[in-house]
Each structure stands twice: as C-alpha cells, then as structure tokens.
C-alpha cells in the first residue's frame, strides 16, 4: 500500500511541477483544488445517488449510454459524474443528464477525511447497495485502523 501511496505523491508533485508550463496539467490541478469543499456545497445529503466515473472523455463515450438510461428509467436517483481527465471533465462538466459533475478527488487514503465519514454514513450505503448494515461500525474501525501508521 506504501508504494501506491507513495506512487500518488510523486505523480501529483510531477504534474504540480509541471503546471505552470503545461495547460492539462494547471487544468488537473486546479479541477482538484477545494474539491471535497465544492462537493460538500454541491451535493445534497439525502439524495439516491449513482456515481459513475470515466477516465476519460472515450470512456465517458462509451458510458454515455448508460447515464442516458439510468436518467431515463430511473429519475429518483441522482447522477455523480467523475472524471480523471481534465480534458473529459473541461469538455462535458455541463452536460445536462448528470446531477454533479467533478474531478475525480485524489485515491490517497487521508485519515482527516475518512474521518468525516459517520457510522449512519455507512450504514446509509451499506443499504442503499444491499449489504447488512451491522457491520458499518466494523467498517470504520478497520479502516481508521489502517490510516494509523
């Protein structure tokens, strides 16, 4: 897991040195920044949500279909749209068949916010997906325990 973590770093110091210079890279960067506070702003709490991510803008192409759908069949739910591509997010952050559309926030796993995450929180997904919920405290622990170095 160190190595992932530590694969992560390198490569975001990679692209912040590089985005003064580089247009995707500045546009990567700053589709990140206060990201989880835009997101907290943006999304209502008691929403049914679908996230989907795309990589890219093709993947989002071949996805596309299948928000289409979902919108179509199923308007109750809410639609989280995530991009890893600066350019897949700066070409359809205002398309109109998702709810929210963001960058994807970095995979690091930051204790400061997990810990934002309740045990209702998880309790809430773990049944909105079909799991027992009584392992929601179980989940947290473990996964705080982790975060401990």
Request: proline share 5%.
């Amino acid at each position: 897991m160190w190595i992932y973590n530590l694969g992560l770093v390198l490569y975001v110091w990679a692209i912040a040195l590089a985005s003064p210079w580089h247009r995707k890279a500045k546009l990567w960067i700053d589709g990140r920044k206060g990201l989880f506070r835009r997101m907290k702003e943006s999304i209502d709490p008691s929403a049914r949500i679908i996230w989907i991510h795309a990589a890219s803008l093709g993947e989002f192409e071949q996805g596309r279909p299948l928000i289409e759908k979902i919108r179509k069949e199923h308007p109750e739910y809410k639609i989280l749209l995530t991009f890893f591509s600066p350019s897949g997010y700066e070409i359809r952050k205002n398309y109109d068949q998702a709810d929210y559309i963001f960058s994807l926030p970095i995979d690091t796993p930051r204790k400061e916010d997990f810990e934002k995450i309740s045990t209702e929180d998880i309790r809430q997904i773990l049944q909105e997906v079909g799991l027992p919920c009584e392992d929601a405290q179980e989940i947290i622990k473990k996964y705080r325990k982790r975060d401990r170095v």
